[in-house]
């Protein structure tokens, strides 16, 4: 059983414990004596099962269980063993006393114990939606506060209940002062939980590695890490300029859409270069009143090239234009989006393709190369609509056989896709830009594309058609033909029952160009939803260690370390891991290693219960985002900075960086 369906089956148990607790508390009250005992007794089992759940749910990591071990299943053992000794005989002689003793009213202890351990089941329930990862101390005060307050409130309806209108006894006297006792107590942990909530973070963390030292590196702005203006020996200068505009944009299929834009066209104007050559793109925002930049995805740009709002610039505003100058050393397929408000910027239009290739004529398809066939895709959806580069529906395209066939997919949505080639054999030659080592040939399997990843698959052509599907729908896609007349059949295959590639052991293993067991620094980001303060106001957040957005502290390095990251997803959504300036190389994914080519990915998924382990060296200075790619995760807060010790930003504050 994958982590993510026992953390569900986990979540589940838990759920019919409340249910178990609670329903004992009920019978109790209103005295059905042996209802009561049997749902205490399915309580008792369900809380052992639950134990079972948590047990093997450790196996899978500590993160996975750390407020049930140390708070919740506690907090439900004492609460659910006080309730079986107090309550249990009493609902127990329901099955030996005959005519009416079994109607007898229960003791108010009884039935406040029933319900005090349901608060305490519901209490560990909640804490795991709602506080997360990692247990703090003011999590644990106000649980505790808050399961106390709802005995005593419990204690005080029940006894009103029991003793009616009657004159207050010494006995009841007593009791109250118990209530007064236990309410303070309540009101004082609370109280002390809530101030610890609001305690403020550290403003970085540094993974195990030296802390910054005092006055002993020359600062150095992000202002200053720009890119080089000359090109390579033989290259030239690229310039495009683009605008930044509101559009009507118009489908193939005819349909129009409202959109921002690049240069009034979705997706933006394509920029393409030579290895080497110097690109230099002049951005100017017509009239996107929430500001526009451009970000390089997984291109590794000087910082000062990265297009961060509030970190590595200021947003182009309506009237404004910012210059991009950079040389193009690094081949493969990219792509290019804004970074100010890219939740609404980029789902809307605001993005195109980046490819450059090499040039030193080394390949990069296959076939015999009397003719080459090289297509960038970007995958995007647009209200509903998917759209496979400018056409949505089924784009035809003609392909002689032989030819060397290229396929650049590229996700821009916030959403992974399901990719299936049917009619030939294929390779997957790149993923993210980078070339696989010796990748082979496969057929009849599908790959899954994160968002803002990007794969290229080559492939000769055949004498009969080849479809590339999405999603399994066989009306999206792009269909090449031999001729203009070949048989369409590929377009019938079911491709709903292909395995899933597994990009880990694909590929033949190389030597990596660093030891990542000898890590300088290493990092654990735990992915979960908690309630937590977002650009300062409290939400239901997408949190990194508990905390989200911008009070996540920075994760430093210095320049030369190799860095590890533990990224380990503890909710039920698939956030898809992207930093900035740097690729990562996967080390493995829920233990175990990578087997096959070195995989180096600037955007990896982790699903819902996943823990990956993946490494870098640090060099290519700045301040970095961290972050969600899929954007709306990253706008409730799921993003926080990589930075270099001695660099610093005159944009703003350095927790900035507007996704």
Known sequence: MTTGRLIVLDHAVALLGVV???????????????????????AVLVTLARAATVSVLAGRGWWFVEEKVLLGLPLLGVAGTTAVFVAGPRLRTAGRVAGTAAD????????????????????????????????TWSTALITIALVSAGAVLTARVVAREAEGPRVKTDRQSAFSRRRFVGTAVGVGAAGTGVGLLFRPAGSMTTGGGPAPSAGSATARSVADLRGLGTPSPGGTTRRHVLTAQKATARLASGREVDAWTYDGQVPGPAITATEGDVIEVTLRNGDIEDGVTLHWHGYDVPCGEDGVPGLTQHPVAPGGEFVHRFRADQVGTYWYHTHEASDPGV?????????????????????????????????????????????????????????????????????????????????????????????????????????????????????????????????????????????????????????????????????????PDAADRHFTLVLDRAVALVEGRPAYAQTVNGRGHPSIPDLLVTEGDVVRFTVVNRSLETHPWHLHGHPVLILSRDGTPSSGSPLWRDTFEVRAGEVWDVAFRAANPGIWMNHCHNLPHAEQGMMLRLSYEGVTTPFGDAHAGHD
């Open 347 to 515: 789902h809307k239009g605001l993005y195109g393709t980046l490819v450059v290739t090499p040039r030193d004529g080394r390949p990069s398809d296959e076939g015999s190369g009397r003719q080459s066939v090289d297509l960038t895709l970007p995958v995007h959806t647009f209200a509903g609509t998917l759209v496979v580069g400018d056409q949505d529906g089924r784009t035809v395209r003609t392909a002689a056989p032989g030819a060397a066939v290229r396929l650049r997919l590229i996700n821009t949505d916030s959403d992974a896709h399901r990719l299936a080639l049917a009619g030939t054999p294929f390779r997957v030659a790149a993923v993210d830009g980078r070339d696989l080592h010796q990748p082979e040939q496969v057929r009849d399997v599908s790959l899954r594309l994160p968002a803002g990843g990007r794969h290229d698959l080559v492939f000769v052509m055949p004498d009969r058609p080849v479809a590339l599907m999405l999603d399994d729908d066989r009306d999206t896609g792009v269909s090449l033909h031999p001729d203009e007349n070949a048989d369409r059949e590929p377009w019938t295959a079911d491709t709903s029952d292909w395995p899933e590639l597994d990009l880990l052991r694909y590929g033949t293993p190389a030597r990596a160009p660093f030891d």
């Open 20 to 42: 178990s607790w609670f329903g004992a508390g009920v019978a109790a009250a209103v005295r059905r004596r042996r209802l009561g005992f049997g749902l205490l007794a399915a």
């Open 104 to 135: 007898e009213r229960l003791p108010v202890s009884s039935v406040v114990s029933l319900f005090t351990a349901g608060y305490a089941a519901l209490a560990g329930l909640v804490v795991t939606f709602v506080a997360g990862y990692p247990l």
